[in-house]
C-alpha cells in the first residue's frame, strides 16, 4: 500500500537525490552478536549494523535472521511491480499491479506458483475471506474488465473493488466490481460473523476533480458490504464523512488530508486506526457502517504523509508509519534524520469514547542507506509474541525491520535482513512492500524481486511460532490472545 503512481517497467529510474553514501550514526558502536540460550538452542541475538551500505544486490542480515526463499515475479506480471499480501492456509495471496499472484507455501523453504491471474488496476490492494478475494483498483480504467486499458480521469473512468472467486485456487473467477468514489487505492476487510457479511473499507484520497465521485474535498471512505453467500450484491451502503470539518489544511512537507490511505481495524476491540494523510485517526465501529472517529492527532513537524497503522495486541498502543517522499525518496539517510520517514508510537489511554493517543516515540531503522535507493517506513504486522510488542515492517530498499515496541518511549530494533541497492549509480525504485509474520516465517512481497521467505530465529520472538491462523489480512487485526 503505497502512494506511488503505477510505474510504466519495474525499474523506474528517477533523479539521483546526491552524490557519495552518508552514513547515519544512530547505534551504538558494534560490539558484535551475543550469544543467548533458549531450551537446547543456542541462538545468534542482533546487536549491531553493518558499518558501510552493502553492495549492489548484496544480501546482508543480523544473524538471527535469513533467508530461506526467493520467488521472482513472472511473465505476464513481471513487466510491473509487486504490492501488498495477504493469507490463508497453506496460500500466499500477492498483490501486483497487473493482477496477482498465488503461492502455496506449504514448504515454506519452497514455495509453489499456483496460479495467476492478468488484471491490470493499480495498486491491486488484495484481501480474502474464504473463497473470495478483493482488489483495488485506483487508476482510471476503461471499464471494470480485466482487459480494460488506463483512460484519462474523467467522468466516464472506472475504479474501485473487484471481487474474485478463488475456491478454486487454480484458476480463480472474475465474479462482482463495485464502483467507488475516487476509486480503491486501499481497502480494509471488516468481518461481522453475525450476519455472514463481511464489509470492506475502502479507501482513496483525489487529486483531481474529475476521477467519478472525488469533487474535493474528498474526507469520505467508501463501505461496500459483501454478502458472504451472494458476493455478486455486494454494494456501497455507506460514504461516512470522517473530516466534516476538512482535516488538516497541509503545510510545506506535510500533506493536507483529503481521504484515508489506509486504515487497520481490530475487530476484536471494535477499533479502527486510520491514517489519513495528514491525520491520525482512532475509530470505534461497533457499527460496520458508522464507524465514529473518538480520538484524531497529527504530527505538525516530522510527520509528512501518514501512510499505514498497526496496534499491538492489548489494543493499548498504536504504530503509525510516516511514507515520506511517496515510497520513491532516499530518506534514510543522514540528511533526512531518524524522526522523519519514521514510525511512531503512540499510547492510547482511556477508555470508551475518552480513550485519546498520546506520543511516546519514533523509530526508524539504525543503518544508512545509498542515497540511490528508495527507503522510508512502510507496511508490517505484528508478531504474535506473548507479553511483548514486536512487529515486523518493510522499508522498501531499507528492506525487513523486526522491532520491539514494548517500551513505548524506546522501541529497538532486534533483527533484520536486507538487499543492497538495485543501482550505485541513480536513485531507482524497489524494495520490500510489505513484510508480514504468519505461521512461523516472515513473507515479504519485494516490489522487483518477487516474494522472500525469511525465517527469524530468536528466544524473543520463539513463542510467535506457536500460533496459528487460517487467515491473515493484515490490516484486519487478530487477537492472538486465544489462538496458541
Known amino acids: 500500500m503505497s502512494s506511488l503512481s503505477p510505474p510504466t517497467r519495474h525499474l523506474r529510474a528517477v533523479a539521483l537525490a546526491a552524490a557519495g553514501l552518508l552514513l547515519l550514526s544512530l547505534a551504538p558502536a558494534a560490539p558484535g552478536a551475543a550469544k543467548a540460550t533458549t531450551g537446547t538452542a543456542t541462538t545468534a541475538v542482533y546487536t549491531a549494523s553493518p558499518a558501510?551500505?552493502?553492495?549492489?544486490?548484496?544480501?546482508?542480515?543480523?544473524?538471527n535472521m535469513r533467508q530461506i526463499a526467493n520467488v521472482p515475479i513472472t511473465s505476464p506480471l513481471n513487466n510491473t511491480i509487486n504490492s501488498d499480501l495477504a493469507f490463508q492456509g497453506k496460500y500466499v495471496f500477492v498483490g501486483n499491479y497487473?493482477?496477482?499472484?498465488?503461492?502455496?507455501?506449504?514448504?515454506?523453504q519452497r514455495p509453489k506458483l499456483v496460479s495467476q491471474v492478468l488484471c491490470p488496476g493499480s495498486q491491486n490492494d488484495i484481501s480474502v475471506h474464504g473463497d473470495l478475494l478483493f482488489l483495488s483498483t485506483d487508476t482510471p480504467r476503461s471499464d471494470d474488465s480485466c482487459t480494460s486499458t488506463r483512460v484519462p480521469p474523467d467522468a466516464t473512468a472506472w475504479e474501485g473493488i473487484k471481487i474474485f472467486d478463488i475456491s478454486d485456487k487454480t484458476a480463480p473467477r472474475y465474479v462482482k466490481s463495485v464502483?467507488?468514489?475516487?476509486?480503491?487505492?486501499?481497502?480494509?476487510?471488516?468481518?461481522?460473523?453475525?450476519?455472514d457479511t463481511v464489509y470492506l473499507y475502502v479507501s482513496s484520497y483525489g487529486p483531481s476533480d474529475t476521477y467519478v465521485g472525488c469533487a474535493r474535498p474528498h474526507d469520505s471512505i467508501s463501505i461496500v458490504r459483501v454478502p458472504v453467500k451472494k458476493p455478486t450484491t455486494a454494494a456501497v451502503v455507506a460514504t461516512p464523512n470522517l473530516f466534516p470539518d476538512g482535516g488538516y489544511p497541509g503545510r510545506p512537507g506535510g500533506s493536507a488530508t483529503s481521504g484515508c490511505h489506509d486504515i487497520t481495524v481490530y475487530t476484536d476491540k471494535n477499533l479502527a486506526a486510520g491514517a489519513c494523510m495528514?491525520?491520525?485517526?482512532?475509530?470505534d465501529i461497533a457499527d460496520r457502517e458508522a464507524p465514529r472517529i473518538i480520538n484524531q492527532v497529527r504530527d505538525t513537524t516530522n510527520f509528512a504523509f501518514w501512510h499505514s497503522a498497526t496496534f499491538n495486541n492489548a489494543g493499548t498502543k498504536v504504530v503509525f508509519a510516516d511514507e515520506l517522499g511517496g515510497g520513491g525518496a532516499a530518506t534514510?539517510?543522514?540528511?533526512?534524520?531518524?524522526?522523519?520517514?519514521?514510525?511512531?508510537?503512540?499510547?492510547?489511554?482511556?477508555s470508551g469514547d475518552d480513550r485519546t493517543m498520546i506520543f511516546r516515540s519514533?523509530?526508524?531503522?539504525?543503518r544508512a542507506n545509498a542515497d540511490t535507493e528508495n527507503c522510508v517506513a512502510?507496511?508490517?504486522?505484528?508478531?504474535?509474541?506473548k507479553g511483548r510488542d514486536i512487529m515486523v515492517q518493510s522499508w522498501y530498499q531499507g528492506g525487513i525491520s523486526v522491532w520491539d515496541f514494548t517500551d513505548s518511549a524506546q522501541p529497538e530494533e532486534i533483527g533484520y535482513w536486507e538487499r543492497g541497492p538495485l543501482s550505485d549509480a541513480q536513485l531507482t525504485f524497489g524494495g520490500t512492500w510489505s513484510a508480514y509474520y504468519y505461521n512461523g516465517y516472515i513473507y515479504s512481497s519485494d516490489t522487483i524481486k518477487g516474494l522472500d521467505v525469511i525465517e527469524i530465529n530468536d528466544p524473543r520472538t520463539a513463542s510467535a511460532k506457536l500460533t496459528r491462523y487460517q487467515e491473515f489480512n493484515p490490516q484486519t487485526q487478530p487477537s492472538y490472545r486465544s489462538r496458541s
Open 179 to 195: 464502483q467507488t468514489a475516487c476509486g480503491s487505492h486501499t481497502h480494509t476487510l471488516v468481518p461481522d460473523h453475525t450476519r
Open 98 to 108: 497487473d493482477g496477482f499472484q498465488i503461492y502455496d507455501v506449504a514448504r515454506p
Open 332 to 350: 534514510c539517510n543522514a540528511t533526512v534524520g531518524p524522526n522523519r520517514g519514521a514510525s511512531a508510537v503512540y499510547d492510547i489511554s482511556g
Open 362 to 366: 519514533y523509530f526508524k531503522i539504525p
Open 278 to 283: 495528514g491525520d491520525g485517526i482512532l475509530m
Open 52 to 63: 558501510t551500505v552493502p553492495g549492489v544486490d548484496e544480501i546482508v542480515s543480523s544473524p
Open 378 to 385: 512502510h507496511n508490517g504486522s505484528l508478531l504474535p509474541v
